[in-house]
């Protein structure tokens, strides 16, 4: 079976740019969220599938070619939900390549023992802030 499919779920500003960005860069995306309204957030030069359903229902995630996804990238707005779909995608589809974005650092510990990747974007902000604020100190 060949994995060709790059699944976004969670259709929130960084799911949708994610999905969008990597849709222009050739990808076969498809991208997941529990309401249709949240498409409205994708950029005109998107062109993979929308999906409106509870991607915590295995049925929803099969349909959506899960079998056949090479990366997840899970963005929806409860650290939990995306711990549990990371996990799902991990233990029970074997995607090589999962992407999960947390607010909570410490829930982080919970994908240990995983080649899950968490993205933290407190910790990218203050990064940058960081980055930033030194490129001020230079001038």
Do not use: W
Not at 41 to 70: C, M, P, R, W
Not at 111 to 130: C, D, M, Q, R, V
């Amino acid at each position: 079976m060949k994995r060709n499919k790059f699944i976004v779920i969670g259709s929130g500003r960084l799911g949708s740019n994610i999905a969008t960005k990597m849709s222009e860069l050739g990808e076969d995306v498809i991208i997941i969220d529990a309401t249709d309204d949240s498409f409205r957030k994708l950029q005109e030069s998107f062109s993979g599938y929308q999906v409106v359903g509870d991607a915590t229902d295995l049925s929803v995630l099969e349909n959506s070619y899960i079998k056949h996804a090479k990366t997840v990238v899970i963005t929806t707005d409860s650290d939990n939900t995306n711990i549990y779909l990371a996990h799902i995608c991990y233990y029970v589809y074997n995607v090589p390549h999962i992407f999960v974005r947390l607010s909570d650092t410490d829930k982080g510990r919970l994908l240990e023992g995983t080649y899950i990747k968490a993205i933290y974007p407190f910790t990218l902000s203050l990064n940058e802030f960081i980055n930033l604020s030194h490129e001020e100190d230079e001038k």
